[in-house]
T-cell receptor, first 115, second 113 residues
């Protein structure tokens, strides 16, 4: 399977715990995005990497959230001191740069439940 | 504030019953409008990109059109396997990176045999 891979698929945690998610993009894609999706809503942009550089962060990404992409390959998203409002599907997407049409390829997401 | 609104929220069709989904947008400028399909428990899957009013794109039973204020996704003679949530998203010139999209809430389509 050469698509975007996300692990774990599901994560249940208690409020106040830290969690980390991993995303492995399509191998030749140098752009990587994290989105968050809650039930009944569309995905919301969180952050963007080009290679290893984090170039853009949404105001939704509070200081409890941190994302990294060491060596420009896989990426991790960590949430510290989780809150019930963090419960959502966390989606990763990757793409190739394009002057006309940047098509995002999404993974199947990590479903986070904070109890 | 840039906004994307999709209607209806849910649509139930009989197999073979054609219909349209609507996506209206209010944005400061439009770089592109995207349609994605999302199956339960999966991430969105790219369908189309439209750039300018009057543009149309087709793929199998789906046809997307764009005007200055809205886009339609027409589904001709749908089959049960077309059941999914269809998401509309826009990219604006002031929205940062090309992949920073503003999504609507989606239309959940159910096609009964």
């Amino acid at each position: 399977d050469t698509g975007v891979s996300q692990n774990p698929r599901h994560k249940i945690t208690k409020r106040g715990q830290n969690v980390t998610f991993r995303c492995d993009p399509i191998s030749e894609h140098n752009r990587l995005y994290w989105y968050r999706q809650t039930l009944g809503q569309g995905p919301e942009f969180l952050t963007y990497f080009q290679n290893e550089a984090q170039l853009e962060k949404s105001r939704l990404l509070s200081d409890r959230f941190s994302a990294e992409r060491p060596k420009g390959s896989f990426s991790t998203l960590e949430i510290q001191r989780t809150e019930q409002g963090d419960s959502a599907m966390y989606l990763c997407a990757s793409s190739l740069p394009s002057t006309t049409n940047e098509k995002l390829f999404f993974g199947s997401g990590t479903q986070l439940s904070v109890l | 504030e840039d906004q994307v609104t999709q209607s209806p929220e849910a649509l139930r069709l009989q197999e073979g019953e054609s219909s349209s989904l609507n996506c209206s947008y209010t944005v400061s400028g439009l770089r592109g409008l995207f349609w994605y399909r999302q199956d339960p428990g999966k991430g969105p899957e790219f369908l189309f990109t439209l750039y300018s009013a009057g543009e149309e794109k087709e793929k199998e039973r789906l046809k997307a059109t764009l005007t200055k204020k809205e886009s339609f996704l027409h589904i001709t003679a749908p089959k049960p396997e077309d059941s999914a949530t269809y998401l509309c998203a826009v990219q604006t010139p002031y929205g940062g990176s090309q992949g920073n999209l503003i999504f609507g809430k989606g239309t959940k389509l159910s096609v009964k045999p």
